[in-house]
C-alpha cells in the first residue's frame, strides 16, 4: 500500500480531521531524517578520503565536530518535538480523539519510509480537504431532507450550520496549506522551520476550541427555566442543540414564550401534550444516538439522576449534574466507581462554591488576614410554605429520599464551608427536628462541626421560620479578626478597621439576572471539556463530601445528637 493510499485511508476512517494524524507525519519524517543522517555519516566514515584526512593533523578533530553537530542538531529537533507533543494543547487532542485508534494503525506502516517529505504531508491534506467536502455536502444533503427538522429548525438555520461546517474545517486546511508553501523549501534542511511549522499547525487547529460546546438540557423544572437555559443560551461557550424532558407538557410550559429555546429539538418520555403525533424517536435514546452533542446539562429529581447520568456517559457524553450527586453515600459510592470508568467527564453541579463572595472568602482566608481560624458560625433561615413553587414541585413535596429540603438544600452550605475554609469536616453531631408537618421528614437542623484540622463550626438550617426571605449569615473568626459574608457582600474586620467587598456582578461580566454561580459553574464545565482538565470545583469526589456531610448530620439526629465520623469515598 502506498502512503498516499494509507493516509486517504487513515482520513477515510475519520469523522473529521485529526490534528494528530499531520503530527505523526512530521514525527516520522524527523525520526527518518535522523536516522538517514546517522546512514550517511557512517558510510562516509568507510570512505578511504576519510581514513586518509583523520589521520592528517586538524581532520579528526574537526571530523568529530561534524560528527558532533549532526548528533545535536538532530537531537535538538526531536526534543522540541517532543516538547511540541507534550503541550496541553497537543495532549487535548490525543486525549479527546475518538479516532485516534483507528490512525495508529496506518501511521504505523509510515515507518517504512525513508523519508516523509512535503509532498506526503500536502496527500494528507488534499484527502482531507476532498473527504471533508463530501461530508459537508452530506450533512447538509441530509438535514435539507430530514423530515425530523422540520417545524423545528427554519431554512435559514440549517444554511447557516453548512456554512459554518465548510469554513471551519476549509479555513483551517487553507490556512496550513498556506503555511506549508512557505516552508516546503528548506524544511527538511532548517529545525527552525519546522518547529516553526508545527507551532503554526497547532495555532491553526486549536482555534476549534474556540468554537461553543454542543449540549442539550435534560429536565424542565424551575431550576432549568429560571437558571440553567438562560445561562446556556447566554453564554458564547454554548450551543444548545436540544432539550429532554420526561414529558412534554414541562417540555412546553419550558420553551413558553422563549423564541431560541422553541427553535430547538425536544425529546421527551411521555408526549402527553401530543407534540408530535406522527413522531416515534423523540426518545433519550435518540437524542443521546445524536454525533452533534457534545455534552448534556442534568437537572432531574434526585432518586432519577444517577441511572440518567450512567445513560448519558455510557453513550460518550461529558454531564454536568446537579447536586446532590445522589439521594445517599451508597448510591453516590456506585455512581463515582461507574463514572470513573467512563471516558467522558462527570462533573456536578454546584454553584455555591462559584459565588463571587464564596471566592473572595475564601482568598481572605487563605491569605491569613484573620490568623488562625477559631471558630465559624454558618446560619440560613427560610420559610417553605405550602403553595410555593419550590415546595408544590412532586418530587419534593412528598420526598422519597432522606432529609427532604436539608438534604436538597443542606449540601449548598456544606460546600461553602468547607470550600472557605479549605478544609474537610471530620465529625459532627446534630439535633434534626421538624416543626411543620407539610416538610416531612425533617425541615431544622442545629449541628456542631468538628472541621479536620480541629475548627468548630456551629450550622444551624431551619426551612420552618418565619423569614418571608432566605436570610444567610456565615461568619469566619480567626485570632486577627473576622468576615462576614453574605451574597454580593464581603466585609472584613481586622485591628478593628473594616473593609467591605462589593462582590455582586455587573451584567458586563455575568450576562444573565439570577444565580451568577450557575453561569460560572456551567462555564468552568465548558472550558473543562474542552481542555480535557476536569475542574477540581465540579468534581463528583467533592460532591460526594458534601452529601456525606449532610447525611451523618441526618444520621446523628436519630441518635440525639451523637457525636459521628463524617464517612469518606
Not at 495532549?91 to 501511521?107: E, H, P
Not at 487547529?205 to 437558571?227: C, D, N, Q, Y
Not at 450551543?239 to 429539538?265: F, H, M, P, T
Not at 471558630?375 to 417553605?384: H, S
Request: with cysteine; glycine share 6%.
Amino acid at each position: 500500500m502506498s502512503l498516499t493510499e494509507i493516509t486517504s485511508f487513515s482520513l477515510r476512517t475519520s469523522v473529521a480531521f485529526n490534528p494528530m494524524l499531520v503530527l505523526e507525519i512530521l514525527r516520522q519524517f524527523c525520526a527518518a531524517r535522523c536516522k538517514r543522517s546517522g546512514t550517511i555519516w557512517k558510510a562516509y566514515q568507510e570512505k578511504e578520503d576519510y581514513k586518509v584526512f583523520y589521520t592528517v593533523g586538524g581532520w579528526a578533530d574537526a571530523a568529530a565536530h561534524a560528527s558532533d553537530q549532526v548528533n545535536q542538531e538532530d537531537e535538538k529537533l526531536m526534543s522540541m518535538l517532543d516538547a511540541c507533543f507534550e503541550r496541553p494543547e497537543t495532549k487535548l487532542y490525543i486525549l479527546r480523539s475518538d479516532r485516534i485508534t483507528a490512525i495508529k494503525g496506518s501511521i504505523l506502516q509510515l515507518e517504512t519510509a525513508v523519508v516523509l517529505d512535503h509532498a506526503s504531508v500536502n496527500a494528507v491534506l488534499e484527502h482531507y480537504y476532498a473527504s471533508t467536502t463530501t461530508l459537508a455536502e452530506s450533512h447538509w444533503s441530509a438535514s435539507g431532507l430530514s423530515t425530523d427538522c422540520k417545524g423545528l429548525v427554519f431554512v435559514r438555520d440549517l444554511a447557516d450550520k453548512a456554512a459554518d461546517l465548510l469554513s471551519l474545517e476549509h479555513g483551517a486546511y487553507q490556512a496550513l496549506r498556506s503555511a506549508i508553501e512557505v516552508h516546503t523549501s528548506d524544511w527538511q534542511s532548517n529545525s527552525d522551520s519546522l518547529l516553526e511549522l508545527l507551532d503554526l499547525f497547532i495555532c491553526i487547529v486549536t482555534k476549534a476550541e474556540m468554537s461553543p460546546l454542543r449540549v442539550a438540557i435534560l429536565g424542565a423544572g424551575i431550576f432549568v427555566k429560571e437558571e440553567h437555559l438562560p445561562s446556556v443560551l447566554a453564554s458564547p461557550n454554548f450551543e444548545l442543540k436540544a432539550l429532554y424532558s420526561r414529558s412534554a407538557s414541562s417540555l412546553k410550559d419550558l420553551i413558553q414564550g422563549n423564541e431560541a429555546a422553541s427553535r430547538v429539538d425536544l425529546y421527551f418520555s411521555k408526549d402527553d401534550e401530543n407534540l408530535y403525533p406522527d413522531r416515534k424517536t423523540a426518545t433519550l435514546e435518540a437524542l443521546l444516538n445524536r454525533q452533534d452533542i457534545d455534552a448534556v446539562i442534568i437537572a432531574l429529581p434526585i432518586l432519577v439522576q444517577p441511572d440518567i447520568i450512567k445513560q448519558c456517559l455510557t453513550a460518550g457524553k461529558h454531564v454536568i449534574a446537579e447536586k446532590p450527586v445522589a439521594k445517599d453515600i451508597a448510591t453516590a459510592r456506585n455512581l463515582i466507581a461507574f463514572a470513573t470508568r467512563q471516558k467522558p467527564m462527570l462533573a456536578i453541579a454546584e454553584n455555591y462554591r462559584m459565588e463571587s463572595h464564596t471566592i473572595k472568602a475564601k482568598e481572605l482566608v487563605a491569605s491569613g488576614v484573620l490568623g488562625k481560624i477559631h471558630y465559624v458560625n454558618y446560619r440560613m433561615l427560610g420559610n417553605v410554605q405550602k403553595g410555593s413553587k419550590y415546595f408544590e414541585t412532586a418530587w419534593r413535596k412528598e420526598p422519597q429520599y432522606q432529609g427532604g429540603f436539608v438534604l436538597d438544600g443542606g449540601v449548598h452550605w456544606v460546600a461553602a464551608i468547607r470550600d472557605v475554609l479549605g478544609c474537610d469536616m471530620l465529625r459532627v453531631g446534630a439535633i434534626v427536628t421538624l416543626n411543620r408537618e407539610h416538610l416531612l421528614p425533617c425541615d431544622q437542623v442545629l449541628a456542631n462541626i468538628v472541621m479536620q484540622d480541629g475548627t468548630p463550626v456551629n450550622f444551624f438550617v431551619s426551612f420552618a421560620s418565619e423569614w418571608s426571605n432566605m436570610d444567610e449569615a456565615f461568619i469566619v473568626s480567626g485570632d486577627k479578626g473576622y468576615l462576614s459574608i453574605k451574597p454580593g457582600q464581603v466585609t472584613l474586620v481586622v485591628n478593628g478597621e473594616t473593609t467591605v467587598f462589593d462582590t455582586s456582578k455587573s451584567p458586563v461580566d455575568w450576562p444573565v439576572s439570577s444565580q451568577q454561580g450557575v453561569y460560572s459553574e456551567l462555564e468552568a464545565f465548558a472550558a473543562a471539556v474542552k481542555q480535557n482538565m476536569p475542574d477540581e470545583r465540579l468534581s463528583p469526589e467533592n460532591a460526594f463530601k458534601d452529601l456525606a456531610a449532610i447525611e451523618t448530620i441526618l444520621e446523628s439526629g436519630k441518635k440525639d445528637g451523637q457525636p459521628l465520623d463524617i464517612p469518606t469515598l
